[in-house]
């Protein structure tokens, strides 16, 4: 892999002194999110051939990849040991990859109750705009002195370096999992959640969505035996036991639920990002209600791009933002094009972190404001 990581440090290097920009390329499973998206700027740099497992220690859970090594791989070999990435990493396609993965900094329905991509995140390895190869972190948690650059490349999107290398802390798949589901309407499913909250319960991932003018809300459970029995005995609500439901929380994760894959031609897919005790919030006329995760602080939105400002004015309020996650069609506005629209304090922080370590921008330019 020497010779693989040798070539793409001359690359970066190359296009450094030619000012000419790089397109950061994984398995192309998110290329629909950001400005310009699917047709982002940059000569293509693909990671692909600097694949593999570096190592792995399932007694120490800690695991080390390649960035272009295949995230199906990497969750294979662990669930062979019994463990897994408790972040629930989403996949819009085949493919994904663990660079990918790390660069996106996206997390799945349980979220809210394990943490996020980069809290799991140990140490990176990176080029940067300058070509220069770079090692941040390790493999154990308290690691960092100063400035935690590791777990600043979550959710960069290739804008502060190429990851090359990943270390991620792993956990044992718990012993034992249930899913309960309550019909309730947005308001009782959000109260319900906040209570829920402030009990010593198992909760792992909730969803709650209208089906066809039915509110219902799902709860997934994840821990200790005895601590799932007893919250199914105590929190009600109707014991989900069909074959299918891991395949439903998957869909969920993955965006392949009806809800999602009903969406209207021209409307954007909204991610607003808001406090989970924030009440059910009210949308603009003609905005079909939201499908609610993380216990309340994730909800999606279908609207048309238009409708950009007033969401986004009516999650400010919430006390969170709203970002277009996925655009309306082509010509509309870009999906992610307004990451730091809510904050010129983010902004002022990204904008001099990005000189830091790309000084002549070409890495993934565009890809966030």
């Not at 959640?193 to 009990?199: D, F, H, K, N, S």
Request: with cysteine.
């Amino acid at each position: 892999m020497q010779a693989a990581l040798s070539q793409i440090i001359d690359r970066v290097r190359d296009s450094a002194a030619r000012q000419a920009p790089l397109r950061i390329c994984g398995g192309g499973t998110k290329d629909f999110h950001g400005p310009g998206a699917p047709n982002h700027a940059g000569e293509p740099l693909s990671m692909r051939p600097l694949a593999g497992i570096v190592s792995y220690e399932p007694s120490e859970l800690v695991v080390t990849a390649l960035a272009g090594t295949p995230l199906a791989e990497l969750e294979a070999l662990l669930a062979s040991q019994g463990q897994s990435l408790p972040f629930e990493p989403p996949r819009f396609a085949g493919g994904g990859t663990v660079g990918g993965m790390v660069a996106a900094g996206l997390s799945g329905p349980a979220r809210a109750s394990v943490g996020a991509v980069r809290d799991y995140v140990l140490g990176v390895e990176i080029i940067n705009g300058r070509g220069e190869l770079l090692r941040f972190g390790g493999q154990v948690m308290k690691n960092v002195a100063g400035y935690d650059v590791s777990r600043l490349m979550a959710g960069s999107w290739g804008q502060l370096g190429v990851i090359t290398e990943v270390s991620l802390k792993v956990l044992p798949v718990p012993p034992a999992e249930a899913t309960l589901r309550f019909d309730c309407d947005q308001a009782e499913a959000l109260k319900r959640l906040a209570a829920w909250g402030g009990q010593p319960l198992p909760l792992n991932a909730s969803c709650w969505v209208e089906d066809g003018g039915v509110g219902q809300l799902y709860l997934r459970l994840r821990g200790a035996r005895a601590a799932v029995d007893a919250a199914c005995r105590s929190m009600g609500g109707e014991l989900q036991d069909a074959p299918n439901v891991p395949n439903d929380w998957q869909a969920c994760r993955d965006q392949r639920l009806p809800w999602f894959t009903a969406r209207a031609p021209g409307h954007a897919l909204w991610r607003l990002s808001v406090p989970q005790t924030a009440p059910a919030l009210p949308l603009p006329a003609g905005v079909a209600p939201p499908l609610v995760e993380w216990h309340g602080g994730l909800r999606w939105l279908q609207a048309p791009p238009e409708q950009g400002d007033a969401l986004r004015a009516l999650a400010a309020q919430a006390g969170g933002s709203a970002s277009c996650f996925i655009a309306g069609g082509a010509g509309a506005e870009g999906a992610g094009a307004d990451s730091y629209a809510n904050s010129a304090a983010l902004a002022s922080i990204h904008r001099r972190l990005k000189n830091a370590f790309d000084p002549a921008g070409i890495l993934n330019p565009g890809r966030l404001v």
